[in-house]
């Protein structure tokens, strides 16, 4: 009992910061003016695959081993062993000897596919000249940050025990400030108008305006 409140006040808590930080995410995005070479082909991945998803299939298997091997993944990196594995066209499984919130929450966190692709990007270039196919790599990334947005939306429209590590409403916090934020990093190295720096400034000024206003309402008034 104690637990499960103790999760809702820091879930409060956070709201504050997902609601700033989504402000300033969209001052980000108001504040674009021009579309460039490299901007047009990470929209044209991102509309791709929407297309794709809605009116050609949905890749869920694909979705399901990426969900899972990005838990196997958070529990190496967290010094914790992965038990047993299965991958299914529709659901799979992680048995492991730990369970925290960074391994609960890692899949929706994480574009694990979006770091494949940019990964097998970096390692060509060692060996090749890669920049003319800059373009290709800024559409890919569209592509798989537009499939890891989709699914998690919808996979988080149904129950998820994951969500339950944490508690619901800091999960669901957490998963729309990182996703945001993860958003903005990528389009800030594409668009020079979005600035990182600038949002993760404005991010905390509005976070401590909203705190302030919640203050004032709570104890003031």
């Not at 103790?6 to 989504?22: R, T």
């Not at 899949?107 to 920049?131: D, E, K, N, Q, T």
Request: with cysteine; net charge positive.
């Amino acid at each position: 009992m104690i637990t499960k409140a103790l999760q809702w006040c820091l879930g409060a808590l956070f709201v504050p910061v997902a609601m700033g930080y989504s402000f300033a995410f969209y001052e980000q995005l108001i504040g674009i003016q021009e579309i460039r070479a490299a901007n047009l082909s990470f929209l044209l991945g991102v509309t791709a695959y929407l297309a794709f998803h809605a009116w050609v299939s949905v890749p869920a298997r694909a979705y399901v081993f990426g969900h899972e091997i990005t838990h196997a993944a958070a529990t190496w990196l967290s010094g914790g062993q992965v038990k047993g594995f299965k991958a299914g066209a529709k659901k799979g499984s992680v048995t492991t000897d730990r369970v925290t919130a960074l391994i609960a929450l890692a899949p929706y966190l994480v574009p694990v596919y979006s770091i494949l692709w940019a990964f097998l990007y970096g390692v060509a270039g060692l060996f090749w000249s890669v920049g003319p196919w800059l373009p290709w790599f800024c559409f890919g990334l569209g592509a798989t940050l537009a499939f890891h947005l989709t699914f998690t939306v919808n996979v988080l429209k149904e129950k998820q025990p994951d969500l339950e590590v944490a508690g619901p409403l800091l999960s669901l916090g957490l998963i729309l400030w990182a996703n945001v934020t993860l958003v903005v990093g990528v389009m800030s190295l594409l668009i020079p108008q979005v600035r990182f720096g600038y949002y993760l400034t404005d991010g905390c000024h509005h976070t401590r305006a909203l705190y302030q206003a919640v203050f004032i309402q709570l104890f003031i008034r």
